[in-house]
């Protein structure tokens, strides 16, 4: 029975280890550039800066760009921005303004595949009359109602941070697409206006929000 048993320990222990190794393997040759590529004659170094913009950024008539800088064979700098200067019908608005700067760290190697964030965020804003990403219920900016955010104009500034996690798909030499997501907190003060045009103030409000912090399908091109 004892040797049974060790028997059995033995075998577990050598299939543990097997299936460790296999992963170990697997993922070396996955992260290794000249995988599946032919032999090391086609390895292609990894791109050092790349100009980039939010398509669902766009879709808002928000513009944008950004550049991404490579720091070390996983590592990279992206910085982005965003501008609305847009007034719309019955005076409403998602005028804005924002910076957010990200540390990237690449599970294999910088501009492919998986990626995790540490972002930063900065916006002054002035907003009222529309639902920038509301919905017909739930809350934004953390406890502003969406039917406020229809009847009322909000003019002030945020600053956070927050994590993320992305995706980037290689589709050429030069090209690429990038899907990206993060969540995070942004301390937001503000003036609350009527959404009328010359609306007097009704008061200042400060608001702690946590949630979202960012959102993209990117499109991205190697500058070199």
């Known amino acids: ?43 292609v170094p990894a791109p050092k800066v790349a100009v980039k913009t939010n398509l669902l950024y766009d879709a808002t008539s928000t513009f944008n760009l950004g550049f991404e800088f490579g720091l070390g064979r996983r590592w990279t700098l992206d910085i982005s921005g965003n501008y609305n200067p847009w007034t719309f019908s019955d005076n409403r608005k998602m005028k804005h303004w924002l910076v957010q700067p990200e540390v990237r760290w690449w599970t294999c190697r910088r501009f492919s595949g998986h990626f995790f964030g540490l972002h930063g965020h900065y916006a002054q804003y002035n907003m009222g009359g529309m639902l920038p990403w509301g919905f ?89």
């Open 1 to 43: 029975m004892m040797i049974k048993t060790t028997r059995i320990g033995i075998t577990k222990k050598y299939v543990m280890k097997k299936l460790v190794y296999s992963f170990a393997v697997t993922a070396f040759l996955f992260c290794t550039p000249a995988f599946g590529q032919g032999g090391s004659e086609n390895i």
């Open 136 to 224: 017909n219920s739930g809350k934004m900016f953390g406890s502003i109602e969406n039917p406020n955010i229809l009847s009322h104009r909000y003019e002030g500034w945020l600053a956070g941070a927050g994590i993320s996690y992305g995706y980037h798909w290689i589709l050429g030499n030069r090209w690429g697409l990038e899907a990206t997501v993060g969540v995070g907190y942004a301390y937001l003060d503000y003036d609350k206006y009527p959404s009328e045009k010359c609306g007097r103030k009704i008061g200042r409000e400060t608001k702690h929000y946590f949630g979202p912090t960012k959102a993209g399908i990117t499109l991205i091109f190697m500058i070199k």
